[in-house]
């Protein structure tokens, strides 16, 4: 079925260190699986997304790693800030949709 | 800088009102996708659209929800009657058909039903 699980559900981490969120999906048919961040009250906004065909993916401090044999792909934010609070979600492709993973609440302890 | 816009923002209503939800997609994206979300159920997909015609609406309540494209500029989401367990928010996203693409979203619909 249609499934994408994500871990962990919350996640808390000191001022400049990494955080690393993870993404398991179901369908080997699945070529798109970008990352949105969610700050409280506001919209899910595309932080980052990474295609089938590519293993990694690195824009300034957040990066997406990708492995389609064993259908995971993980999100990694390096020195984190502050402004890096938010509930992260990963998404995986399945045909013409997206299925959202439950969500990652992050904070970071300043 | 374009943006998905939706309205109402919020809208409280009483229990059996009718509720209808608007979205105006990015100029030129000829995908919508609506979604619901809620503590519980975080992000589901309701209904999405392509070049105005429903590709999938099977993630909505069909005897309460139903959802529309009258034009390229304009989707709807109605309910009709509402229920408390309808409260949420809901989003409307946009994006480009051909290989499945970004989809960004609006600022979402606060719906309390009462």
């Known amino acids: 079925g249609e499934n994408v699980e994500q871990h962990p559900s919350t996640l808390s981490v000191q001022e400049g260190d990494s955080a690393v969120i993870k993404c398991t999906y179901s369908?080997?048919?699945?070529?798109?699986f970008p990352w949105y961040k969610q700050e409280l009250g506001k919209r899910p906004q595309l932080i980052i997304d990474?295609?089938?065909?590519?293993g990694e993916k690195k824009d300034q401090r957040i990066a997406v790693t990708l492995n389609k044999t064993a259908k995971h792909f993980s999100l990694h934010i390096t020195e984190t800030q502050p402004e890096d609070s938010a509930v992260y979600f990963c998404?995986?492709?399945?045909?013409?949709?997206?299925?959202f993973g439950a969500g990652t609440i992050l904070r970071v302890k300043s | 800088d374009a943006r998905v816009t939706q309205t109402p923002r919020h809208k409280v209503t009483e229990m059996g009102q009718e509720v209808t939800m608007r979205c105006q997609p990015i100029?030129?994206?000829?995908?919508v996708f609506w979604y619901r979300q809620t503590m519980m159920q975080g992000l589901e997909l309701l209904a999405y659209?392509?070049?105005?015609?429903?590709?999938?609406d099977s993630g909505m309540p069909k005897d309460r929800f139903s959802a529309e494209m009258p034009d390229a500029t304009l989707a709807t989401l109605k309910i009709q009657p509402s229920e408390p367990r309808d409260s949420a928010v809901y989003f409307c996203?946009?994006?480009?058909?051909?290989?499945?693409?970004?989809?960004?979203f609006g600022p979402g619909t606060r719906l309390t039903v009462t």
């Open positions: 998404a995986a492709s399945y045909g013409n949709k997206l299925v």
């Open positions: 369908d080997s048919a699945s070529n798109y």
């Open positions: 659209f392509r070049n105005r015609a429903p590709l999938d």
């Open positions: 100029l030129g994206h000829n995908t």
């Open positions: 990474i295609r089938s065909n590519v």
């Open positions: 996203a946009s994006g480009l058909s051909g290989t499945v693409s970004e989809q960004y």
